[in-house]
Structures are given as C-alpha cells and as structure tokens.
Nanobody, 123 residues
Framework: QVQLVESGGGLVQAGDSLRLSCAAS????????MGWFRQAPGKEREFVAG????????RYVDSVKGRFTISRDNAKNTVYLQMNSLKPEDTAVYYC????????????????WGQGTQVTVSS
C-alpha cells in the first residue's frame, strides 16, 4: 500500500506560482510512475502531468505545457508540481497518483490516490 498526501495548494492571483508536493509513505515511490490530476467543479478528473519512475520521461497536458513542471525526489519519497503563470482555468482540486505502468492519461491505471489539495486562481 502507498499512502499519498498532497500539500501546497492555496488561493493565488493570476500569474502567480505555486508548488504542490505529494509525500508518499508505506512503500517507496521509486517503484511507481507518478501523476498529477485535477478536477474542477462539475468536470471530470483530468490528467495534468506524469513522470516515469526515474524522472527520465515526463508528459503534460497541452494546456499546462511550458508553465507546469513535474519532478520527483525518490530519496525523499516525494513528487512535486511546480505551477507558474497560473490562470483562473487552473482552479481545481489537484491529486497525485501512483501507477505500476507507464505514464497514462486515464485514471484507471493509477492504483493509489491522495486526498487532493485545492488550488484557486483569481483573475
């Protein structure tokens, strides 16, 4: 079992930055592909970014490319999402998730999920 806890969300203005963290416990995340997803009110949960077990491969949804960066520190059992130039449309609950397979944009391959952290971007 892997327990995931997100932190770092908050209320910011458009153009600001935030760094989300996802701290894992129970097992090492070095065994897992990690992903960040988000869910806005009334919308489905969507893939934001993913990173391979060793950090060599990353993938982003088009709407965040060039603004968000996913990274991981396996020694600290933590995954990060650096979010720059935030926009109001980035407002959502952000979740991290762990998968035993390669980076996937669907939620189903991810076995473990955190409880989420709220990000609100005002215009």
């Amino acid at each position: 079992q892997v327990q995931l806890v997100e932190s770092g969300g908050g209320l910011v203005q458009a153009g600001d930055s935030l760094r989300l963290s996802c701290a894992a416990s129970g097992r090492t995340i070095a065994d897992y592909t990690m992903g960040w997803f988000r869910q806005a009110p009334g919308k489905e949960r969507e893939f934001v970014a993913g990173i391979s077990w060793n950090g060599a491969i990353t993938r982003y949804v088009d709407s965040v490319k060039g603004r968000f960066t996913i990274s991981r520190d396996n020694a600290k059992n933590t995954v990060y999402l650096q979010m720059n130039s935030l926009k109001p449309e980035d407002t959502a609950v952000y979740y991290c998730a762990a998968s035993k397979v390669k980076i996937a944009v669907l939620t189903t391959p991810y076995n473990y999920w955190g409880q989420g952290t709220q990000v609100t971007v005002s215009s």
